[in-house]
C-alpha cells in the first residue's frame, strides 16, 4: 500500500476511544479518515482494563457519561453488527467504613435523580445477588442492576470493522512522532512511516497521551499509573455475577459469563514508571482479598496477571475537548481507569465537537482549562 | 482456503477451530496478540502451549514471514495455574 500523504482526520491511538471516535466521524459523514496505532489494535490500555460499566458515579458528569454509555453499550451488538460481550449482572457497591456509605447514599441520591435506579440492598439481598459473598465486616450496599461489563477487545474490533466499512483506514505499527502546526493550527502528524498533513488531528494514545499534547506544543497535567489486575480459569458461573466494587476495600472482582473471574486493585505507591511488569506483592494482596471475599475461590487457579496504565487527571474526569492555542487538535485521554466503558459515548461527543455541532451532553467543563483555574470537580468514586 | 480440516479444534481451552482463525488471519488479525483478543485462543488455563505454534504456522502461510521471525505474542506469569488459597499464604519475602 502506497503511504497516504493527506486525510481529513489524523486520530492517534486506536484504543476503544480512537476507534469509536473514528467511527462516529465516519458515520457523520466525515470521508478521509486516518487511524494510527504505534502497536496492534486494543493493545494499550483498553485491552489491559477491567472491562467495567458502570453509572454509579459520585459526580453529575461522570453519572451522565455512565448512564448514556451503558445505554449505548445495550444497542452496540445492533448498530456496529458484532457482537461485544455485553452482560449487566449490575454493581454490588460494598462500604466498609460509616462515612463511605454515606457517600454511596450521596452518590445514589444524585443517581436516582439522573435516572439512574441505584438502590441500597441488605446483606442478605446482596448475598442473593452474589451467591458466595462474605462481607460480615461491611456496613452497606448499593446496587444498579443495568450496570455490569463488556468485551473490551471485541467492543473496540467491533468499532474498528465498522469505521473500516465506512472507509477509515487502520495504520498499525505506526508511531506517531511529531504533531505538525502552523500559525496556531494543527498541520498534520510525522509517524515513525511518514508524514499526513491534516486540518484535524485526534489525541486518543491513552497512557501515552500527554507525550503527543506535549508534541503539539500543548501542556496537561496528565499521567499514567500502572494497575494490575488477575485472572482465574473459567469456573462454573455464579461465584460472583455482579461487579463487586469498594473504595475502601481497594478491589473490583467480577466474573464473565465464559467463567473466569476477573479481579484488579489501586496499587500501592502509584507507580509512574510506564512500565507493564507484574509484581508478586499484587498476586498476593489480590488472592488475599479474593479468598476473603469468596471464600468458595480458595480452588480456583490464576492463569494470567498483567497491568495496564490508567491515565490520570488531578479531578479524575476525562478531557474531552480542542486545545485552545492549537485549534483543530482535540483531545480525548485522561480517563482515569474509566476510558473503556466511556468510548461509546465520548466518541459520540468529541465527533459532533469536531464537526462543529452542540454535543447533546454539555462537556464544556471537561476541557483541560479547568484545571489551571483551579475548578477541580473531584470524582471520589474510583479504584 | 476451505478444507476438511476446517472444524479441527486448535485451541483446546477455548474450543477455537482452525476455520476460526483462518478467517480472521484473513481479516487482517495477522498478530498472535490480535488473535488471542479476538477469539481468546491462548488465554485458557494452557496459556497458549498447544495452539501457540499451530498459529504462528498459520500466520506464516498467510503472511509468507517465516515463524521464526513472527512475534510469538506476550508470555504472563504464572508460569501454570496456580490456587488462590496458595498464592493468599504468601510466600518468602
Known amino acids: 500500500m502506497s503511504w497516504k500523504r493527506t486525510a481529513d482526520v489524523v486520530v492517534i491511538g486506536a484504543g476503544v476511544q480512537g476507534c469509536s471516535i473514528a467511527y462516529n466521524l465516519a458515520k457523520m459523514g466525515v470521508k478521509d479518515i486516518v487511524v494510527l496505532e504505534k502497536g496492534t489494535i486494543c493493545s494499550g490500555s483498553t485491552g489491559r482494563c477491567g472491562a467495567g460499566i458502570r453509572a454509579q458515579w459520585g459526580t453529575e458528569m461522570n453519572c451522565r457519561f455512565g448512564l448514556a454509555a451503558v445505554e449505548k453499550f445495550e444497542q452496540l451488538h445492533e448498530e456496529l453488527g458484532m457482537d461485544c460481550g455485553l452482560n449487566q449482572s449490575g454493581y454490588l457497591m460494598v462500604a466498609y467504613k460509616d462515612s463511605e456509605f454515606e457517600q454511596l447514599q450521596k452518590s445514589m441520591k444524585l443517581q436516582n435523580s439522573l435516572g439512574i435506579n441505584t438502590r441500597v440492598v441488605t446483606y442478605d439481598e446482596a448475598k442473593e445477588i452474589c451467591p458466595g459473598l462474605a462481607a460480615e465486616d461491611a456496613v452497606g450496599f448499593t446496587f444498579h442492576d443495568r450496570d455490569g461489563h463488556a468485551d473490551p477487545f471485541l467492543t473496540t474490533f467491533a468499532y474498528m470493522e465498522a469505521a473500516k466499512r465506512l472507509g477509515v483506514k487502520f495504520l498499525r505499527f505506526t508511531e506517531a512522532t511529531d504533531v505538525k502546526t502552523v500559525a496556531g493550527r494543527v498541520a498534520g502528524i510525522v509517524s515513525s512511516r511518514g508524514d499526513i498533513d491534516a486540518p484535524v488531528v485526534v489525541n486518543a494514545a491513552g497512557g501515552y497521551s500527554q507525550f503527543i499534547s506535549k508534541m503539539a506544543g500543548v501542556e496537561i497535567p496528565n499521567f499514567s499509573e500502572r494497575h494490575e489486575i488477575l485472572i482465574t480459569e473459567p469456573v462454573e458461573p455464579g461465584v460472583c455475577p455482579p461487579m463487586l466494587m469498594s473504595f475502601s476495600g481497594n478491589y473490583y472482582i467480577q466474573q464473565r459469563p465464559h467463567g473466569s473471574i476477573i479481579g484488579g486493585c489501586s496499587p500501592e505507591g502509584h507507580p509512574q514508571d510506564y512500565e507493564l511488569g507484574n509484581s508478586w506483592d499484587f498476586l498476593e494482596m489480590m488472592s488475599r482479598t479474593f479468598v476473603r471475599l469468596l471464600p468458595r475461590t480458595k480452588g480456583v487457579r490464576v492463569v494470567r496477571q498483567w497491568s495496564g496504565l490508567y491515565n490520570m487527571t488531578p479531578d479524575r474526569q476525562p478531557v474531552l475537548c480542542e486545545a485552545d492555542n492549537v485549534k483543530g487538535f482535540f483531545l480525548s485521554c485522561g480517563y482515569s481507569g474509566h476510558g473503556f466503558m466511556f468510548g461509546p459515548i465520548s466518541g459520540e461527543l468529541l465527533a459532533q465537537l469536531i464537526l462543529g455541532q452542540e454535543p447533546w451532553i454539555p462537556i464544556g467543563m471537561l476541557h483541560y482549562s479547568r484545571f489551571e483555574r483551579g475548578e477541580l470537580l473531584i470524582e471520589p468514586a474510583v479504584v | ?93
Open chain 2, 1 to 93: 482456503m476451505a478444507g476438511k480440516n476446517e472444524d479441527i479444534i486448535i485451541c483446546r481451552c477455548e474450543e477455537v477451530t482452525l476455520g476460526e482463525i483462518r478467517e480472521w488471519i484473513e481479516k487482517g488479525y495477522e498478530t498472535f496478540d490480535e488473535l488471542k483478543r479476538v477469539l481468546r485462543v491462548g488465554m485458557g488455563p494452557c496459556q497458549g502451549r498447544g495452539c501457540r505454534e499451530m498459529i504462528l504456522r498459520e500466520i506464516s502461510a498467510k503472511t509468507k514471514v517465516s515463524v521464526a521471525d513472527i512475534h510469538p505474542g506476550t508470555f504472563r506469569p504464572p508460569a501454570k495455574p496456580v490456587k488462590l488459597a496458595v498464592l493468599a499464604k504468601g510466600g518468602d519475602k
